[in-house]
């Protein structure tokens, strides 16, 4: 019987068990485990397989066989719901089941490269492309392999860093692959058959120090403590241009007012010119002592460039074209943390701040022996020093927290700005003083005028950038840059979790455990040893604002990044009511099936401004009518407001007529409502039909007096023609009457 057996199965089991604790003998006592444990599993199987037998009793009757057949029978009825068909029944087993067929040892590939140890090689990154049998695999030493499916053939391999893989995708064509390096803020798309970047971008992968705008406010310039100076399209998003001549952080950069060159400071003692067209270092400018620049700044001319030393004391000047040494201002007795030129054209002013609690304006042109003009005294270390657009006033931020408003012209203060209390400021989980005594210690590191110069940006050791009225001295806008709770003094208080009855958890020294050898203390900066090992906790602050010279956005550049503030809408993905099935593929795909109406407010929708545009100049003048008679009334002052700003754009104003008068017709008691939100609206459309007639009408006379011109021209011409012939005509006459004359004459 299955039970017996079973009985004396586990009887036997417990009986070696015991056996072997009584004369030490493990192996046997392994074996005979192993052993049983395959009979025992065999026993179970019986045991299943007996009980899933059906119990039927022996036939009785006559026709017996004819009773067990219609049994059959009705057990594979496939008309029963209750009984399955042997195929599905084998699929559903098959898909609990999976064999490994393979095993590929890939770190054999990377045998023989200098300085990579097969053994710490770890696969971080995999993605598989079933379409085309296509494995992509990403490696902690930055590299990565392609490989053919199922037969593992190896296609392409190629290292990218030498930092891991984090993350890998493949296109649904299976063209190009994406790799992306969290640690260096990496992305690359890379297309395996012609070996070719298709995009490479990698922000900075230390704390951004310095951002300029470029004149046009299309470029954005950003240095780092990473020694490298980038350059961003400001309405892309992405990077596409790196230099790295510069070997430690860099503290300054800037643009001429042609756009041409781009120019950085740097703690390594040069200043290096950039030509934005062939993306090249013609210029290197050094001082005759070895010096840390921590300042920079360009003249209006874009001939003169300036820097201050943080470590000599001084200022260089010196000539953008020639590239030599001009002067070195001498004067300050403490290091020059900024310094800036005068906007204004007429003026050759240049104003410097230091730690020794001085203001001193320089004439740079001047041929006087000393250049300095004026020396401003200051409640405190200067931080921070800027012009306003016009050249009339300059801003200085010191150490106690101040923004002062100076003349540059009289050298005298105007007002006094208290911004300590709105700067803010949060407790560290090491700090020992509250956030209300830290605040003490808090001070505006940068500062910035607005376009029209009216306002005034400030930030510094803070996670707050606050704008200020100049004039009445009030805070207009704070602005919070991070709600970021793993950067350090982000709040007021110290989070719960890591307080104890016996303190702070986070004044604890961790150490390693000195029983595994000597103690190794974690030092911060330390780069040796392993780097998983030790944590950093940045503190969240501002190091640099500058305002776009277009007057609709400002940069900053902070613990989190480069961060761009705008008025433009264009610049941020903002959909409305937004589904998952509303995507740009979807939208050109009802586009292409001619459903205009729904293309349309799919497009709406998703809010991308190009995509807009596509789907709204497809659209034919006839279907106009019916496209906006399905508009929902709750989209109609999106789509006024989308035409307004596509007649200042494109030239197509009949059709943005066209549109404008089929959404009155249509929507008109909508419209009736004036809502502020209409009423705005309207204006600007009135507004902007009126510029076009304008400038139509203008257009029309300027053609009109154009073509009566001409028209007179040619009147002109064709008198004088006429004149010349009938002149032409009569010298004919008269010349056939002088013949007839003389015929006359010779007949007589």
Known sequence: MPGQSLVEIIFLFFFFILLGFAFRIGRIIIFFMVFFFHLFSHDIDSLKKVEELPRKKAPETEGAEQMEEED?????????????????????????????????????????????????????????????????TGYSHGAFLLHEMPEFNLIHSLKISKQLISSVAINPTGDWIALGCADLGQLLVWEWQSETYIMKQQGHFDTMSSVAYSPDGSYVATGGRDSKVKVWDTNTGFSFVTFTEHTSTITGVAFTQTGRALLSSSLDGTVRAFDMARYRNFRTFTSPKPAQFSCLSIDVSGDLVAAGAQDTFDVYLWSLQTGKLLEVLSGHEGPVSSLCFSPSPSSSLLVSVSWDKTLRIWDAVSSAASLTRETVNLTSDGLAVCFRPDGKQVAVATLDGHISIFDPQQATQLLTIEGRNDLGSGKSDTDLVTAKKNLQGKAFNTLCYTADGECLLAAGQSKNICIYQVMEKILVKKYEITQNRSLDAMDDIINRRKMTEFGNMALIEEREDSRNGPVTLRLPGVRSGDMASRSFKPEVRVSQLQFSPNGRAFAATTTEGLLVYSLDTNLVFEPFDLSEDITPKTIRNALKSKDYSRSFVMALKLNESKLTREVYETIPPDSIAIVVQTLPSSYVERVLTFIVNQMDTTPHIEFHLKWMVAIFYEHGTVLQQRTPSTVSVLRSIQKTVGRKF???????????????????????????????????????????DEDEGVDEEMET
């Open 72 to 136: 059959h029978e009705e057990d594979d009825d496939p008309t029963d719901p209750k009984s399955k068909p042997k195929e599905d029944e084998k699929e559903e087993k098959e898909n609990y089941f999976y064999k490994r067929l393979a095993r590929h040892f890939v770190s054999e590939t990377f045998k023989g490269e200098k300085g990579v140890s097969i053994y710490n090689i770890n696969v971080t990154a995999a993605a598989y492309m079933p379409s085309t049998k296509l494995l992509v």
């Open 694 to 736: 304008e400038d139509l009408s203008k257009i029309c006379q300027h053609n009109r007096y154009t073509l009566q011109y001409l028209l007179a021209l040619g009147g002109t011409a064709q008198k004088r023609t006429v004149g010349s012939i009938m002149s032409i005509e009569d010298g004919d006459e008269e010349d056939s």
